[in-house]
């Protein structure tokens, strides 16, 4: 196929079909209509009831629920195109987003790309290429091996001259996926396979690169926008330090750590990257900058991580900064106009943080539900796709939003946004908006000190801060028992109410007891143990305001659908906790599936089996990988919990399971 590329000032672009899902193509809906733009949303059987199909102008069903079968089949985005009288594709990020044949299969159907040219792609979106191609034009690398021959015999005889620690990567695609770091050879070959797996799984394409990794860097990365008359410029930088499993959290501009000049080079660096590929639209130029620098007065040294030749995740952070719509821009790109700034009209005021909101508990697992209440926060830009009644699947990524603070000072958006996080609810499903808040008021963040290792470190301390302790349990159960209405009687009762709680998501959830005594007039008697308090209760709209020992609280209570006696409680207060409860105050005490539960390894979300490691009858030790479960485009290896002996296999590889299906049997070893 030739390539083309339009440098008419007039291309038309006036019906716009979103080549995407959830907040991103709500997004870009929402800066379509703007400019008077028609759009046009396609969809999976999944997501037929998802805010963006009733927001576009139009709805092309794709069928098929998997992406393979539907985001990504580039046929069928075209079918919908045609049907739909599109005369332009926006293809958002992920997906087909930094795929050079759908770019070039869009224009050839005479469709407008709004995007870079197919051979820009190719050239910046394998990390490969990109590295070659910017030490042609001294943009600094780490050394590494970005060769066609990925034999293992290859990675292992490069790995020796390069020396550890290394990191192994995905040449296609990002979000962290196939990325493996190796601080032993025996590593090596693991890490190869296994980042291979992912990332063909992820992206259809398996090839690896492996370069030097720094184990203590900061992730900062460079916004860029050119356009088709020779102009680039960029808008300065992102810290996306916070991850976790190699995927941005939390994401901030400018940058701790980047001074004036170093933001200059920085800028330099990207956009010599950027015309070297002829770029044209939005893209991002990621760099690690090397903390263990520590000469006097000196700017830190930066390496070139990759190039993503796509609209980012995090995009919001620098529109708040600089005041500026880089979806605006694109599609003003993409209809041929110049940019309408220069480098030196390019201004960036106060500071902005981003959180990725995502389905998924404190350790990281992804879970996946319906969501029974939403509640947005005031003040904060909120991109999201989030309804009561939503049903997150696990067919694809765990994100459901982002909230965007920008104040005049960082610390001023960091308790802005620390604010609107405790004001937002999403209730039925685990999330991490506690997790994120906790986060943000950890001392090393708000010192501005966090570097990509900050959760791999801290992450034990922040989930600590997640643990109800005291009153807070009080007011957790207080806030199930009374969820629906307050005790209102004018008079007291004289009985007092055995209540028992467990508290947790798993089987071996912890018990705490505690006996009510309803005293009329919205009030009621705690006593636990030898100690006696008192609690008054108001529900106010959707929320039960609760006063306890001086100290008030906010709590919503919902119960989980298909179980009435587990409930999720979102507390706002002295503390900010996201709890689930399981009223077993009618149960007996010490029965429960804890004691099941060791004999038996159990799924722990929804996901697909694509790897088993034992067999009936094997001896395992603890921490032994058994097996591997698909969810969310990532793998979880799952470990033997103890010293045991496989008794029975109960699924098999590339069978779909759910949380807390029974995987396999244990028996003691003999």
Same mark, same amino acid.
């Given at each position: 196929?030739?390539?083309?590329?339009?440098t008419?000032?007039?291309?038309?672009?006036?019906?716009?079909?979103?080549?995407?899902?959830?907040?991103?193509?709500?997004?870009?809906?929402r800066?379509?209509h703007?400019?008077?733009?028609?759009?046009? &949303?396609?969809?999976?059987?999944a997501? #037929?009831?998802?805010?963006?199909?009733?927001?576009?102008?139009s709805?092309?069903?794709?069928?098929?629920?998997?992406?393979?079968?539907?985001?990504?089949?580039?046929?069928?985005?075209?079918?919908?195109? !045609?049907?739909?009288?599109?005369?332009?594709?926006?293809?958002?990020?992920?997906?087909?987003?930094?795929?050079?044949? $759908?770019?070039?299969?869009?224009?050839?159907?005479?469709?407008?790309?709004?995007?870079?040219?197919?051979?820009?792609?190719?050239?910046?979106?394998?990390?490969?290429?990109?590295?070659?191609?910017?030490?042609?034009?001294?943009?600094?690398?780490?050394?590494?091996?970005f @060769?066609?021959?990925?034999?293992?015999?290859?990675?292992?005889?490069?790995?020796?001259?390069?020396?550890? =620690?290394?990191?192994?990567?995905?040449?296609?695609?990002?979000?962290g996926?196939?990325?493996?770091?190796?601080?032993?050879?025996?590593?090596?070959?693991?890490?190869?396979?296994?980042?291979?797996?992912?990332?063909?799984?992820?992206?259809?394409?398996?090839?690896?690169?492996?370069?030097?990794?720094?184990?203590?860097p900061?992730?900062?990365?460079?916004?860029?926008?050119?356009?088709?008359?020779?102009?680039?410029?960029?808008?300065?930088?992102?810290?996306?330090?916070?991850?976790?499993?190699?995927?941005?959290?939390?994401?901030?501009?400018p940058? =701790? +750590?980047?001074?004036?000049?170093?933001?200059?080079?920085?800028?330099?660096?990207?956009?010599?990257?950027?015309?070297?590929?002829?770029?044209?639209? &939005?893209?991002?130029?990621?760099?690690?900058?090397?903390?263990?620098?520590?000469?006097?007065?000196?700017?830190?040294?930066f390496?070139?991580?990759?190039?993503?030749?796509?609209?980012?995740?995090?995009h919001?952070?620098?529109?708040?900064?600089?005041?500026?719509?880089?979806?605006?821009?694109?599609?003003?790109?993409?209809?041929?106009e110049?940019?309408?700034?220069?480098?030196?009209d390019?201004?960036?005021?106060?500071?902005?943080?981003?959180?990725?909101?995502?389905?998924?508990?404190?350790? $990281?697992?992804?879970?996946?539900?319906?969501?029974?209440? $939403?509640?947005?926060?005031?003040?904060?830009?909120?991109?999201?796709?989030?309804?009561?009644?939503?049903?997150?699947?696990?067919?694809y990524?765990?994100m459901? @939003?982002?909230?965007?603070?920008?104040?005049?000072?960082?610390?001023e958006?960091?308790?802005?946004?620390?604010?609107?996080?405790? !004001?937002?609810?999403?209730?039925?499903?685990?999330?991490?908006?506690?997790?994120?808040?906790?986060?943000?008021?950890?001392?090393?963040?708000? *010192?501005?000190?966090?570097?990509?290792?900050?959760?791999?470190?801290q992450?034990?301390?922040?989930?600590?801060?997640?643990?109800?302790? @005291?009153? +807070?349990?009080s007011?957790?159960?207080?806030?199930?028992?009374?969820?629906?209405?307050a005790?209102?009687?004018?008079?007291?009762?004289p009985? !007092? #109410? =055995?209540?028992?709680?467990?508290?947790?998501?798993?089987p071996?959830?912890?018990? $705490?007891?505690?006996?009510?005594?309803?005293?009329?007039?919205?009030?009621?008697?705690?006593?636990?143990?030898?100690?006696?308090?008192?609690?008054?209760l108001?529900?106010?709209?959707?929320?039960?305001?609760i006063?306890?020992?001086?100290?008030?609280?906010?709590?919503? &209570?919902? +119960?989980?659908?298909?179980?009435?006696?587990?409930?999720?409680?979102?507390? !706002?207060?002295?503390?900010?906790?996201?709890?689930?409860?399981?009223?077993?105050?009618?149960? &007996?005490p010490g029965?429960? *599936?804890?004691?099941?539960?060791?004999?038996?390894?159990?799924?722990?979300?929804?996901?697909?089996?694509?790897?088993?490691?034992?067999?009936?009858?094997?001896?395992?030790?603890?921490?032994?990988?058994?097996?591997?479960?698909?969810?969310?485009?990532?793998?979880?290896?799952?470990?033997?919990p103890?010293?045991?002996?496989?008794?029975?296999?109960?699924?098999?590889?590339?069978?779909?399971?759910? =949380?807390?299906?029974?995987?396999?049997?244990?028996?003691?070893?003999?």
């Amino acid at each position: 196929m030739t390539e083309v590329l339009s440098t008419n000032p007039h291309t038309s672009v006036t019906r716009l079909l979103i080549a995407n899902r959830g907040e991103i193509a709500r997004r870009v809906i929402r800066t379509a209509h703007h400019m008077g733009i028609q759009t046009v &949303a396609v969809y999976s059987d999944a997501d #037929r009831d998802a805010l963006h199909v009733y927001e576009a102008d139009s709805a092309v069903a794709l069928g098929g629920t998997l992406s393979a079968d539907s985001y990504l089949r580039i046929d069928k985005l075209l079918a919908a195109a !045609q049907a739909s009288g599109a005369d332009a594709v926006h293809p958002g990020y992920g997906f087909l987003s930094e795929n050079a044949d $759908f770019a070039q299969a869009v224009i050839d159907a005479g469709l407008t790309w709004v995007g870079p040219p197919p051979a820009a792609i190719r050239a910046l979106g394998s990390k490969s290429a990109a590295k070659a191609l910017a030490l042609q034009h001294g943009v600094p690398c780490l050394p590494g091996y970005f @060769g066609a021959d990925q034999s293992d015999a290859t990675f292992m005889a490069q790995a020796q001259q390069l020396g550890l =620690p290394l990191m192994v990567k995905a040449v296609a695609g990002g979000g962290g996926r196939g990325m493996r770091l190796v601080t032993d050879m025996a590593q090596l070959l693991p890490a190869l396979s296994s980042a291979r797996s992912e990332a063909l799984a992820g992206f259809g394409h398996g090839d690896l690169l492996m370069e030097r990794a720094l184990l203590r860097p900061r992730h900062i990365e460079v916004q860029i926008m050119a356009d088709t008359h020779g102009h680039c410029i960029h808008l300065g930088e992102r810290d996306c330090s916070v991850q976790r499993r190699h995927q941005k959290i939390i994401e901030e501009a400018p940058s =701790p +750590a980047v001074s004036p000049a170093l933001r200059e080079q920085l800028g330099q660096a990207a956009v010599a990257l950027a015309q070297s590929a002829s770029y044209v639209g &939005a893209g991002t130029v990621e760099f690690l900058l090397d903390e263990t620098h520590h000469e006097q007065h000196a700017d830190k040294p930066f390496y070139l991580m990759e190039m993503n030749t796509r609209l980012q995740v995090e995009h919001p952070v620098t529109e708040l900064l600089t005041g500026l719509d880089l979806v605006e821009w694109q599609l003003r790109i993409a209809r041929g106009e110049a940019l309408p700034l220069t480098q030196a009209d390019v201004q960036w005021q106060g500071h902005a943080i981003e959180v990725r909101l995502c389905a998924e508990d404190e350790h $990281f697992t992804p879970q996946t539900g319906t969501v029974q209440a $939403f509640v947005a926060p005031d003040g904060l830009r909120f991109d999201h796709a989030l309804h009561g009644g939503a049903v997150v699947t696990p067919h694809y990524d765990a994100m459901l @939003g982002k909230l965007i603070a920008h104040a005049p000072t960082r610390r001023e958006a960091i308790d802005r946004l620390c604010t609107g996080l405790n !004001q937002t609810a999403v209730l039925g499903l685990p999330t991490n908006r506690a997790f994120l808040a906790a986060c943000l008021q950890h001392p090393v963040f708000r *010192a501005g000190q966090a570097l990509i290792p900050f959760l791999a470190e801290q992450a034990d301390s922040v989930r600590a801060q997640l643990q109800a302790h @005291g009153d +807070a349990r009080s007011v957790a159960a207080l806030a199930v028992l009374y969820a629906r209405q307050a005790p209102v009687g004018a008079m007291p009762s004289p009985f !007092q #109410r =055995p209540v028992r709680m467990g508290m947790g998501m798993g089987p071996g959830a912890e018990v $705490f007891s505690l006996n009510l005594q309803e005293l009329g007039q919205g009030q009621v008697r705690i006593h636990t143990g030898d100690a006696t308090q008192q609690a008054q209760l108001q529900h106010q709209g959707e929320q039960l305001h609760i006063e306890l020992n001086g100290r008030h609280w906010q709590a919503r &209570a919902v +119960a989980c659908a298909g179980t009435p006696l587990r409930w999720h409680v979102q507390l !706002q207060g002295p503390e900010c906790l996201e709890l689930w409860l399981s009223d077993q105050s009618h149960s &007996a005490p010490g029965t429960g *599936a804890s004691a099941q539960t060791a004999k038996t390894l159990r799924a722990p979300f929804n996901g697909k089996l694509i790897a088993l490691h034992v067999q009936e009858g094997e001896h395992v030790k603890q921490g032994d990988a058994v097996l591997v479960i698909e969810s969310m485009k990532l793998e979880h290896n799952l470990s033997a919990p103890r010293d045991a002996v496989v008794d029975s296999l109960l699924v098999s590889v590339g069978q779909q399971v759910g =949380p807390g299906q029974v995987l396999l049997q244990w028996k003691d070893p003999a």
